[in-house]
T-cell receptor
Framework: SQKIEQNSEALNIQEGKTATLTCNYT??????LQWYRQDPGRGPVFLLL?????KEKRKERLKVTFDTTLKQSLFHITASQPADSATYLC?????????????FGRGTQLTVWP | DGGITQSPKYLFRKEGQNVTLSCEQN?????MYWYRQDPGQGLRLIYY???????QKGDIAEGYSVSREKKESFPLTVTSAQKNPTAFYLC?????????????FGEGSWLTVV
């Protein structure tokens, strides 16, 4: 069956450290992966997109890697801050999907403590 | 400001009632989507529409209906046939339904059955 698994439901780290979130997929052929941030009771907000032929993407303190051999994407937040506390969702577009439909993981809840 | 507006934010439904969730966007996007989010679950696609007067079922369309009479509007009706409607509902849009486009989400609507 097709699955998108995010490493853990919750991740707690100290301010200033690097947070690393994992997204593993099974039985998909992603054309690209996206990462979203979701705050409690609000809609997700797009952060980064990485395509199947890209290894790494950066945006300010955020970095995403994509390894199609491992079937895995890693999402890094460097110099983390309490304001980074939120749930982070990964989503992928399967190349077998003709209409741009995204498939989402369950998310990882990140808490950054001072 | 451009964006997606969902209303109401909170809605209570009695057993056997139909309720309609509103979604309006002023981003001039062709594609619109409805997702359902349950605690600890990933977002699941209910319906999507790539153009006016056309829409397609997603993965969990049973018990729901939509219309797309105007480009900016994509209301979702939760019918009495939906046996477990209590959830967080998210409307979204993108420029079109093709790959690589960012999806923009509304702030969501909470539906509770009483």
């Amino acid at each position: 069956s097709q699955k998108i698994e995010q490493n853990s439901e919750a991740l707690n780290i100290q301010e200033g450290k690097t947070a690393t979130l994992t997204c593993n997929y099974t039985n998909y052929s992603p054309a690209y992966l996206q990462w979203y941030r979701q705050d409690p009771g609000r809609g997700p907000v797009f952060l980064l997109l990485i395509r199947e032929n890209e290894k790494e993407k950066r945006k300010e303190r955020l970095k995403v890697t994509f390894d199609t051999t491992l079937k895995q994407s890693l999402f890094h937040i460097t110099a983390s801050q309490p304001a980074d506390s939120a749930t982070y969702l990964c989503a992928l577009l399967d190349r077998g999907s003709t209409l741009g439909r995204l498939y989402f993981g369950r998310g990882t809840q990140l808490t950054v403590w001072p | 400001d451009g964006g997606i507006t969902q209303s109401p934010k909170y809605l209570f439904r009695k057993e056997g009632q139909n309720v309609t969730l509103s979604c309006e966007q002023n981003l001039n996007h062709d594609a619109m989507y409805w997702y359902r989010q349950d605690p600890g679950q990933g977002l699941r696609l209910i319906y999507y529409s790539q153009i006016v007067n056309d829409f397609q079922k997603g993965d969990i369309a049973e018990g729901y209906s939509v219309s797309r009479e105007k480009k900016e509007s994509f209301p979702l009706t939760v019918t009495s046939a939906q046996k477990n409607p209590t959830a967080f509902y998210l409307c979204a849009s993108s420029i079109d339904g093709s790959s690589g486009n960012t999806i923009y989400f509304g702030e969501g609507s909470w539906l509770t059955v009483v």
